[in-house]
């Protein structure tokens, strides 16, 4: 039980990162929804990278590398329904990152100092930064909660053993690591990339 409080205080700190970086990020967009003339793109783009690098790399490496996979297979040995969280949690997945796109089209635009691309990108970063947090209060609300129900303690330790290799590996700078193995739920493939 230990190592499933590891690895939950470990989200959890994670997570309130995200939350400050966002945080962050709103902010310097009112200030530029304020005062269009003053944008600085780089710094912009600079938050935003920092932002997406750190939000997608712990999603990707803790959420669907591990959690969720070992989610979905414990669930379905103990006759649970995770498919409409799952397909919640990639359909937030797939939206923000079609936002991030559009957000990364905006800020070649913004560079240009165009009022109206200027309001648009300011509002495309709201869309992203609040589809985050909409992704980070499902995975606290129901994907955790879930995990502890369903998951062994020897998945637990799995899962822990897995979340400190990565840490000690360097791999928490490496924002493409993707799962190792593809996850399956109810004998089919599971899509868990952003």
């Not at 793109?41 to 990707?60: G, N």
């Not at 791999?171 to 952003?194: E, F, K, M, W």
Request: aromatic share 4%.
């Amino acid at each position: 039980m230990l190592t499933a409080t590891y690895v939950i205080l470990s989200l959890s700190v994670e997570q309130k990162k995200e939350r400050q970086f966002i945080s962050r990020l709103l902010q310097t967009v009112q200030s530029v929804r304020r005062r269009p003339q003053e944008i600085d793109p780089a710094t912009i783009e600079s938050q935003l990278k920092q932002l997406t690098s750190f939000a997608e790399a712990r999603h990707q490496r803790k959420v669907e590398a591990c959690l969720m996979p070992a989610v979905c297979a414990a669930a379905r040995a103990t006759d649970r329904d995770c498919d409409a969280l799952i397909n919640d949690l990639e359909s937030l997945s797939r939206h923000g990152s079609a936002t991030l796109n559009a957000v990364n089209k905006c800020m070649r635009r913004a560079m240009r100092r165009s009022a109206s691309q200027c309001q648009f990108l300011c509002r495309t970063i709201d869309l992203y930064c609040y589809n985050l947090l909409k992704r980070l209060d499902r995975e606290e609300q129901d994907l955790l909660p879930l995990a502890q129900k369903v998951i062994s303690s020897a998945e637990w330790f799995e899962i822990g053993r897995e979340l400190l290799a990565q840490e000690d590996s360097g791999a928490a700078n490496q924002p493409s690591l993707r799962p190792r193995h593809a996850a399956t739920y109810a004998g089919r493939p599971v899509d868990i990339r952003i």
